[in-house]
């Protein structure tokens, strides 16, 4: 069982790394989700949770569309970027009465 997995896992590396060269990252997020069978299995889940969960995934690989525009730019890297500012924010709204700190690494 744990051989068929490894091996069904290896086919999905090697996949998305022949896709790496031509798709864009929304084809490839796309294609990950799909063949690991991850929105399946969240589709398969009883209640709402579930069902956001799916929302999620849509919703990511639709947000990726935005990065792969840019000619010279690593796409991943700025969608990270972004998404790391974007929480950022986030939690800075939730502790409007505070003082954030943070590393230099997170500062990067």
Known sequence: RAK???QQFMEIINTLSEMAGHASLQGLMKQAIESSGLKDYHAS???EKGQARV???EELVSALADYDVE???DPLAEFIAQAALD???SQADAHEDSVQLMTLHSAK
């Open 4 to 6: 068929t997995g490894l």
């Open 45 to 47: 889940e009883k209640g």
């Open 55 to 57: 929302e999620n995934l």
């Open 71 to 73: 000619e010279g730019v």
């Open 87 to 89: 929480a950022g924010e």
